[in-house]
Structures are given as C-alpha cells and as structure tokens.
C-alpha cells in the first residue's frame, strides 16, 4: 500500500507557471506507475499525465501537450508535474494516483489506479 500527498498548488496568473509535488510514504514507490488527474468544479475528474515505472514513458491529455511536463525521482519518492503557459481553464484540484502495472507502460484511466491523494488546489485568474 501507498499513500500520496500532493503540494505545490496555488493561485497563479494566466500565463504563469506552477510545479506540483507528490510524496509517496513507502519503499516500494518505483513499482508503481504514477498519474496526475484533476477535477474542476462541477466536472468528472479527468486525466492529465502518467509516467511509467521506468521513467522513460510518459503520456499526456492531448489539450495539454507541450503545456505539462510530468517526472519522477525514486530516489525522492516523488513525482512532480510542470504546468506552463497556465489557462483559466486549468483552475481545479489536482490528483496525484499511483497505479500497479508493467514496467515499461502508462495508464489514463481512473479504474486503473488503487491509491489517490486528496489533492492540492489551482487556481487560474484571468
């Protein structure tokens, strides 16, 4: 089991930038893939980026490629996610998820991560 804790949220101009941080308690944090999902208000909850267990793939929601840039640091138990060039649109909680799969691969549902965070808010002013 692991357990996530999100920071880095904010208010934040448009236009601004914003790294979000996840902390995963545990020793086993590089067997988990990692994903980052948000949800405005009123809205599903929808996905924004995942990172393999090896580091090596990522993916993205197509509306926000070249925007966000998703990492990790097993050393550090941490992901991270880069948001630039930020809308009013992108105003929501954001959700880091850690999900059990093979090593090479990422996932972009929500059914296929376990273990959630409860989140860190963004806040976009236009």
């Known amino acids: 089991q692991v357990q996530l804790v999100e920071s880095g949220g904010g208010l934040v101009q448009a236009g601004g930038s914003l790294r979000l941080s996840c902390v995963a308690s545990g020793r086993t944090f590089s067997s988990y893939t990692m994903g980052w999902f948000r949800q405005a208000p009123g809205k599903e909850r929808e996905f924004v980026a995942a990172i393999s267990r090896s580091g090596g793939s990522t993916r993205y929601a197509d509306s926000l490629k070249g925007r966000f840039t998703m990492s990790r640091d097993d050393a550090k138990n941490r992901v991270y996610l880069q948001m630039n060039s930020l809308y009013a649109e992108d105003t929501a909680v954001y959700f880091c998820?850690?999900?059990?799969?093979?090593?090479?691969?990422?996932?972009?549902?929500?059914?296929?991560?376990?273990?959630w965070g409860r989140g860190t808010q963004v806040t976009v002013s236009s």
């Open positions: 998820a850690a999900a059990q799969g093979e090593y090479y691969s990422t996932y972009y549902g929500l059914r296929d991560y376990a273990y």
